[in-house]
């Protein structure tokens, strides 16, 4: 490691808010491109997961409808 | 060769690779970013004329170089749906657009922040700069054509005939640019100059590049596998990929 | 029966020409436009004839980038809306060379006329009279470049309702070498040195957009008439 103490490394002579600046807005950035497409992903699953239980659901009941009647 | 283009084209092969795909980098890609950080931030030693300043260079620089080689891969894609059809190549486009103009977004921000202290401004007109910002435009161009179009195939389609105009433009503006920059600075005042780099500084540079390369992978690949997930999720072969 | 290529081309010119014709104040317009936003800047920047020449050729080229893009928005939209282009695309002629027609014609109609009447606002702006020649050479090779941009552009969105503004989007950062090299030929002129190289590189632009647009120009007419 470079620095003596970690207030130095705040500091960086000066130039801590600069690159420590730099470095947060890129997180910021780097985590929206993979959270969101995640997300989607996660509430896009979920939908066709509950679309599949309803359709079950909805052929299962007109199963019986059709049994009770015959 | 071939046969692997078909099996690129094919959704439910590449929803299967991409699921594959995003469970390897996802790890991979956030390890080698915070080893390539910690490196460039703590470990580096300070550059002996811009001091810790310099720091920056660790995200500027993959960020740049990886939003302009994402354009050519944007624009080969483009040819790609345009001669063979591929479906898949439509949809990596659209997914590829807004990663590069997010990329390109940090590097002019942080180029613009470590400005601030190297030249005293936040911004210059700087040949390198300004070819980041007309770059930054063409992206924004392809993502506003993108969303223009009701139609996705021929949103698709315009896109692919944009970034190609655009790719057979990017040298000629890079050139003209740096012709504009040396037209108006003299050439004593450069302060891009190309300089040696030092392997303490250079190793983590490159790790971080690679770095940023897998991300640019790992984006787009969830982003496409998130639109595949909306264009076919009627289909049988997705849902029982679900279940 | 099927016109051979010259005639057809030839017919298609007329056809273009007198449409322009016939509705002189779209001729008009983009050259009162021009003169319009020169007049802004002695007016924003003060009237001092030494600070206006230094700063005329950019002027002068931003302007006519800017009229060059406000007119090129209706490159195809006659023929868009009224069936014309479909036709063309059915012909057995390509529909790069009819399409390359109707951006020639807009080019002598918009950037010529405006390369033309130029020295008038050169004037205006106090600039050298050594380097007026110039600007004329730079702004006819440059207004054809700026025609050719334009009109991938309006390819690509002449089936959209919003197409103005995304046509400038599209288009601007396109543009960005062929405003380069005119300014610097035209700052060249102005300071007393040789502008040719730039006047070169402004053609080699002209004559390679000319082989490609063409090429874009189709394909994007193609998407918009299947959108």
């Given at each position: 490691m470079y620095f003596q103490t970690w207030s130095a490394v705040w500091q960086m002579d000066g130039h801590g808010p600069y690159v420590w600046g730099a470095y947060s807005l890129t997180l910021l950035v780097i985590i929206i491109l993979i959270a969101v497409p995640l997300v989607r992903t996660r509430d896009l699953t979920r939908a066709i997961h509950n679309d599949e239980r309803r359709r079950a659901v909805a052929a299962e009941a007109s199963g019986k409808n059709h049994a009770s009647k015959t | 060769m071939w046969s692997i283009v078909h099996k690129m084209g094919s959704p439910p092969w590449f929803y299967r690779f991409a699921n594959v795909a995003i469970a390897w980098l996802l790890p991979i890609v956030l390890m080698a970013l915070v080893v390539g950080s910690i490196w460039g931030l703590l470990i580096a030693p300070p550059d002996?004329?811009?001091?810790?300043?310099?720091?920056i260079i660790f995200i500027h620089v993959p960020a740049a170089v990886v939003a302009l080689a994402g354009y050519y891969v944007m624009a080969t894609a483009g040819l790609m749906s345009l001669v063979w059809k591929i479906k898949m190549a439509d949809t990596a486009m659209r997914a590829l657009a807004p990663v590069g103009a997010a990329l390109t977004f940090v590097a002019l921000v942080t180029g613009s922040i470590w400005g601030k202290p190297t030249w005293g401004a936040w911004w210059v007109w700087d040949a390198r700069i300004t070819s980041m910002l007309i770059l930054f435009f063409l992206y924004l161009g392809v993502m506003a054509l993108s969303e223009a179009f009701d139609n996705k195939v021929a949103a698709a389609k315009a896109c692919a005939v944009l970034s190609l105009v655009g790719t057979v433009n990017i040298p000629i503006i890079y050139k003209s640019v740096d012709w504009w920059y040396s037209l108006h600075q003299?050439?004593?005042?450069?302060?891009?100059g190309e300089s040696a780099i030092d392997a303490s500084m250079l190793y983590p540079l490159l790790l971080m590049i690679v770095a940023f390369y897998g991300l640019f992978a790992l984006t787009v690949l969830l982003r496409m596998r998130a639109e595949l997930l909306i264009t076919y999720s009627q289909s049988a072969w997705l849902r029982s990929e679900l279940s | 029966m099927l016109p051979e290529l010259g005639t057809f081309l030839r017919f298609q010119m007329q056809r273009h020409l007198q449409a322009a014709l016939r509705r002189p104040s779209d001729i008009v317009g983009p050259l009162i436009f021009f003169l319009m936003v020169i007049t802004l800047f002695p007016i924003g920047l003060g009237p001092d004839p030494k600070i206006l020449a230094s700063l005329a050729p950019g002027i002068l080229w931003v302007v006519a980038l800017l009229s060059s893009l406000v007119v090129s928005g209706r490159l195809f939209q006659a023929d868009y809306e009224d069936g014309t282009l479909e036709q063309l695309a059915l012909s057995p002629h390509p529909l790069a060379i009819s399409a390359m027609v109707e951006v020639f014609c807009h080019w002598l109609l918009s950037g010529v006329l405006l390369a033309l009447a130029s020295p008038v606002f050169a004037a205006l702006l106090s600039m050298?009279?050594?380097?007026i020649p110039v600007l004329m050479a730079s702004l006819i090779l440059g207004t054809l470049c700026l025609s050719l941009i334009g009109a991938v552009a309006a390819s690509l969105t002449v089936?959209?309702?919003?197409?103005g503004v995304l046509l400038s989007l599209l288009s601007i950062p396109l543009t960005v070498p062929v405003l380069i090299f005119g300014t610097a030929a035209v700052r060249e002129a102005a300071l007393g040195y040789d502008p040719s190289s730039w006047l070169a590189l402004l053609g080699a632009l002209a004559a390679g957009g000319c082989i490609l647009a063409p090429l874009a120009i189709a394909a994007g007419l193609r998407i918009s008439l299947e959108a």
């Open positions: - | 002996y004329r811009q001091g810790n300043s310099y720091r003299p050439a004593s005042i450069k302060f891009t | 050298p009279s050594q380097a089936a959209l309702r919003r197409g």
